[in-house]
Protein backbone atom coordinates (compact mmCIF):
# COMPACT_ATOMS: atom_id res chain seq x y z
CA UNK A 1 0.00 0.00 0.00
CA UNK A 2 1.47 2.97 -0.73
CA UNK A 3 2.41 6.01 1.24
CA UNK A 4 -0.18 9.16 1.89
CA UNK A 5 1.65 11.99 0.81
CA UNK A 6 2.65 14.46 3.65
CA UNK A 7 -0.35 16.59 4.77
CA UNK A 8 0.17 20.70 5.99
CA UNK A 9 -1.15 19.14 9.35
CA UNK A 10 2.08 17.13 9.70
CA UNK A 11 4.48 17.97 11.98
CA UNK A 12 8.08 17.59 10.55
CA UNK A 13 10.90 15.73 12.09
CA UNK A 14 13.05 18.00 14.88
CA UNK A 15 16.35 19.06 13.66
CA UNK A 16 19.14 20.65 15.65
CA UNK A 17 20.65 23.98 14.00
CA UNK A 18 23.57 25.80 14.73
CA UNK A 19 23.72 29.22 12.73
CA UNK A 20 27.10 31.57 12.79
CA UNK A 21 27.69 34.78 12.07
CA UNK A 22 31.63 36.88 11.55
CA UNK A 23 31.63 39.99 13.50
CA UNK A 24 32.59 42.88 10.34
CA UNK A 25 32.75 41.09 7.42
CA UNK A 26 31.26 43.42 5.28
CA UNK A 27 34.03 45.89 6.30
CA UNK A 28 37.01 43.34 5.35
CA UNK A 29 38.24 44.57 1.83
CA UNK A 30 37.27 42.37 -1.00
CA UNK A 31 40.60 41.14 -1.93
CA UNK A 32 40.62 39.44 1.41
CA UNK A 33 36.88 38.04 2.13
CA UNK A 34 37.00 34.50 0.40
CA UNK A 35 40.64 33.66 2.17
CA UNK A 36 39.35 34.84 5.83
CA UNK A 37 35.32 32.77 4.47
CA UNK A 38 38.16 29.81 3.55
CA UNK A 39 39.82 30.05 7.22
CA UNK A 40 36.11 30.69 9.05
CA UNK A 41 35.05 26.91 7.00
CA UNK A 42 38.01 25.40 8.02
CA UNK A 43 38.06 26.09 12.07
CA UNK A 44 34.43 24.90 12.29
CA UNK A 45 35.12 22.05 9.85
CA UNK A 46 38.28 20.84 12.32
CA UNK A 47 35.54 21.85 15.13
CA UNK A 48 32.98 19.22 13.96
CA UNK A 49 35.14 16.73 13.49
CA UNK A 50 37.12 17.11 16.36
CA UNK A 51 34.26 16.39 18.68
CA UNK A 52 32.91 13.78 16.13
CA UNK A 53 30.38 15.36 14.64
CA UNK A 54 29.04 14.55 10.85
CA UNK A 55 29.79 17.36 8.53
CA UNK A 56 26.31 18.55 7.45
CA UNK A 57 27.13 18.88 3.71
CA UNK A 58 27.18 15.38 3.75
CA UNK A 59 23.70 15.85 4.16
CA UNK A 60 21.11 17.08 1.65
CA UNK A 61 20.22 20.88 2.45
CA UNK A 62 21.33 20.90 5.60
CA UNK A 63 24.17 23.46 5.40
CA UNK A 64 23.10 26.74 4.26
CA UNK A 65 26.19 29.51 3.30
CA UNK A 66 24.89 32.99 4.40
CA UNK A 67 28.25 34.69 3.25
CA UNK A 68 29.64 35.66 6.18
CA UNK A 69 28.54 32.76 8.13
CA UNK A 70 26.08 29.81 7.76
CA UNK A 71 23.62 27.57 8.97
CA UNK A 72 23.89 23.82 10.17
CA UNK A 73 21.16 21.42 10.84
CA UNK A 74 22.20 18.40 12.49
CA UNK A 75 20.29 15.15 13.78
CA UNK A 76 18.04 16.01 16.82
CA UNK A 77 20.23 13.71 18.65
CA UNK A 78 22.99 15.64 18.64
CA UNK A 79 21.89 19.10 20.01
CA UNK A 80 23.86 18.48 23.05
CA UNK A 81 27.05 17.94 21.58
CA UNK A 82 26.22 21.48 19.72
CA UNK A 83 26.51 22.86 22.95
CA UNK A 84 29.31 21.06 25.03
CA UNK A 85 31.74 20.24 23.48
CA UNK A 86 31.33 22.75 20.42
CA UNK A 87 31.27 25.71 21.63
CA UNK A 88 34.59 25.29 23.76
CA UNK A 89 36.58 23.87 21.15
CA UNK A 90 35.22 26.19 18.53
CA UNK A 91 36.18 29.23 20.81
CA UNK A 92 39.74 26.97 21.27
CA UNK A 93 40.08 27.14 17.07
CA UNK A 94 39.09 30.46 17.04
CA UNK A 95 41.73 31.44 19.52
CA UNK A 96 44.47 29.35 18.28
CA UNK A 97 43.52 30.85 14.81
CA UNK A 98 44.11 34.64 16.22
CA UNK A 99 47.44 33.09 17.61
CA UNK A 100 48.93 31.83 14.17
CA UNK A 101 47.19 33.86 11.53
CA UNK A 102 49.60 36.88 9.83
CA UNK A 103 49.29 40.14 10.46
CA UNK A 104 47.92 41.23 7.47
CA UNK A 105 44.58 38.94 7.78
CA UNK A 106 41.51 39.92 9.93
CA UNK A 107 40.07 38.51 13.04
CA UNK A 108 37.37 36.04 13.28
CA UNK A 109 34.86 36.67 15.87
CA UNK A 110 31.62 35.06 15.73
CA UNK A 111 28.50 35.54 16.80
CA UNK A 112 26.50 31.97 17.32
CA UNK A 113 23.14 30.30 17.99
CA UNK A 114 21.74 26.65 18.76
CA UNK A 115 18.28 25.59 18.55
CA UNK A 116 16.24 22.36 18.45
CA UNK A 117 12.44 22.49 16.76
CA UNK A 118 10.55 20.81 13.51
CA UNK A 119 12.49 21.49 10.30
CA UNK A 120 12.03 19.39 6.75
CA UNK A 121 14.81 19.03 4.57
CA UNK A 122 15.78 19.94 1.77
CA UNK A 123 13.19 22.78 1.70
CA UNK A 124 13.52 24.12 5.14
CA UNK A 125 10.06 24.50 5.90
CA UNK A 126 9.67 24.93 9.38
CA UNK A 127 9.58 28.26 12.10
CA UNK A 128 13.08 26.61 13.45
CA UNK A 129 15.57 28.41 10.75
CA UNK A 130 13.71 31.49 11.12
CA UNK A 131 14.03 31.11 14.62
CA UNK A 132 17.43 30.51 14.65
CA UNK A 133 18.59 33.59 12.32
CA UNK A 134 16.46 35.99 14.93
CA UNK A 135 18.38 34.48 17.71
CA UNK A 136 21.89 34.87 16.17
CA UNK A 137 20.71 38.45 15.21
CA UNK A 138 19.40 39.36 18.52
CA UNK A 139 21.04 42.11 20.63
CA UNK A 140 22.02 40.22 23.63
CA UNK A 141 24.31 38.21 21.50
CA UNK A 142 25.58 40.84 19.48
CA UNK A 143 25.99 42.48 23.13
CA UNK A 144 27.70 39.42 24.37
CA UNK A 145 30.37 39.78 21.80
CA UNK A 146 31.12 42.81 22.47
CA UNK A 147 31.95 41.71 26.03
CA UNK A 148 34.00 39.37 25.31
CA UNK A 149 35.87 41.48 23.11
CA UNK A 150 36.35 44.42 25.10
CA UNK A 151 36.61 42.40 28.66
CA UNK A 152 38.40 39.29 27.81
CA UNK A 153 39.41 39.33 24.15
CA UNK A 154 37.03 37.12 23.42
CA UNK A 155 35.95 35.61 19.96
CA UNK A 156 32.61 33.80 20.74
CA UNK A 157 29.55 34.88 21.87
CA UNK A 158 26.50 31.95 21.76
CA UNK A 159 23.35 32.40 22.57
CA UNK A 160 20.99 28.74 23.05
CA UNK A 161 17.23 29.02 23.35
CA UNK A 162 15.02 27.80 25.64
CA UNK A 163 14.27 24.66 23.95
CA UNK A 164 17.76 23.54 23.09
CA UNK A 165 19.03 24.63 26.74
CA UNK A 166 16.03 22.53 28.29
CA UNK A 167 17.14 19.50 26.68
CA UNK A 168 20.81 19.72 26.84
CA UNK A 169 21.92 21.70 29.90
CA UNK A 170 19.13 21.13 31.66
CA UNK A 171 18.49 17.64 31.31
CA UNK A 172 22.17 16.98 32.19
CA UNK A 173 23.99 16.03 28.64
CA UNK A 174 26.34 18.60 28.69
CA UNK A 175 29.53 17.42 31.14
CA UNK A 176 31.45 20.32 31.40
CA UNK A 177 28.64 22.73 31.24
CA UNK A 178 25.74 23.54 33.88
CA UNK A 179 23.42 26.49 34.21
CA UNK A 180 26.11 28.35 36.25
CA UNK A 181 28.14 28.80 32.78
CA UNK A 182 24.88 30.68 31.21
CA UNK A 183 23.09 34.18 31.93
CA UNK A 184 19.45 33.62 31.72
CA UNK A 185 18.23 36.20 29.37
CA UNK A 186 15.70 37.57 26.63
CA UNK A 187 16.46 37.73 23.07
CA UNK A 188 14.52 40.95 20.96
CA UNK A 189 15.64 41.60 17.74
CA UNK A 190 15.32 45.31 16.40
CA UNK A 191 12.65 46.02 13.92
CA UNK A 192 11.37 42.57 14.44
CA UNK A 193 8.69 41.44 16.37
CA UNK A 194 10.35 38.56 18.71
CA UNK A 195 11.28 37.79 22.43
CA UNK A 196 12.28 34.54 23.01
CA UNK A 197 13.86 33.47 26.35
CA UNK A 198 16.98 32.81 25.95
CA UNK A 199 20.41 31.30 27.96
CA UNK A 200 23.90 33.63 26.68
CA UNK A 201 27.37 31.83 26.93
CA UNK A 202 30.73 33.78 26.21
CA UNK A 203 33.59 31.60 27.12
CA UNK A 204 35.68 32.67 29.92
CA UNK A 205 32.91 35.43 31.19
CA UNK A 206 30.53 34.29 34.34
CA UNK A 207 27.19 35.04 34.42
CA UNK A 208 28.39 37.71 36.76
CA UNK A 209 30.18 39.53 34.69
CA UNK A 210 28.12 39.82 31.64
CA UNK A 211 24.96 41.01 33.07
CA UNK A 212 26.03 44.05 34.37
CA UNK A 213 27.48 44.39 30.99
CA UNK A 214 24.33 42.77 28.96
CA UNK A 215 21.94 44.70 30.81
CA UNK A 216 22.62 47.99 32.45
CA UNK A 217 20.51 49.98 34.70
CA UNK A 218 19.47 53.21 33.22
CA UNK A 219 20.90 56.07 35.00
CA UNK A 220 17.57 57.49 35.82
CA UNK A 221 16.25 54.37 37.71
CA UNK A 222 13.58 51.71 36.61
CA UNK A 223 13.21 49.87 33.74
CA UNK A 224 14.66 46.52 33.51
CA UNK A 225 17.28 45.38 36.41
CA UNK A 226 20.74 44.72 35.55
CA UNK A 227 20.76 41.19 36.45
CA UNK A 228 19.41 38.55 38.17
CA UNK A 229 19.56 38.65 42.15
CA UNK A 230 22.02 35.63 41.54
CA UNK A 231 24.47 37.42 39.58
CA UNK A 232 24.71 40.26 42.07
CA UNK A 233 27.67 40.72 44.24
CA UNK A 234 30.21 43.23 45.60
CA UNK A 235 31.86 42.91 42.65
CA UNK A 236 28.70 43.11 40.41
CA UNK A 237 26.04 45.57 41.73
CA UNK A 238 22.69 45.88 40.39
CA UNK A 239 23.13 49.23 38.41
CA UNK A 240 25.41 50.48 36.18
CA UNK A 241 27.07 53.50 36.11
CA UNK A 242 28.77 55.18 33.48
CA UNK A 243 30.81 58.33 34.36
CA UNK A 244 33.11 60.30 30.52
CA UNK A 245 35.56 63.03 32.44
CA UNK A 246 36.57 63.83 28.89
CA UNK A 247 35.46 64.38 25.56
CA UNK A 248 34.78 60.72 23.86
CA UNK A 249 36.09 59.06 20.20
CA UNK A 250 35.58 55.48 19.15
CA UNK A 251 33.90 54.69 22.25
CA UNK A 252 31.31 51.91 22.47
CA UNK A 253 28.59 51.75 25.41
CA UNK A 254 27.33 48.65 25.34
CA UNK A 255 23.45 47.92 24.71
CA UNK A 256 21.60 51.21 25.20
CA UNK A 257 20.96 54.02 27.58
CA UNK A 258 17.53 54.86 27.69
CA UNK A 259 17.76 58.15 30.25
CA UNK A 260 20.78 60.15 30.05
CA UNK A 261 21.54 63.23 32.92
CA UNK A 262 24.13 65.21 31.72
CA UNK A 263 25.94 67.13 34.65
CA UNK A 264 28.16 69.95 33.00
CA UNK A 265 28.83 71.53 36.86
CA UNK A 266 32.63 72.49 36.97
CA UNK A 267 34.59 71.58 40.05
Given amino acids: MPLAPPSSVDVPPE ?72 LKQVHTALVRYDRERPASAPAIRLRAAVHVGPLSLP ?20 AGLTAAREHRGGFLSVVVSEAAFRRTVRAGRTPDLDENHFLRTTARVHGKVFEEPCWLFVPQMTP ?4 PLIHPKPLGGGGETAAPASAVGPNNPPGTVFQFNGEMTDTTVVNEVRTMRIDRRRI
Avoid: W
Fill in 208 to 211: AALA
Fill in 123 to 142: DHRGDAINEVCRLLDSQVVR
Fill in 15 to 86: QALLAVDMQGYSRIPEAKMAPVRSDLDEVLTHALTHVGLQDPRDRPGAYKDTGDGAIFVMPAKDIARLVDPL
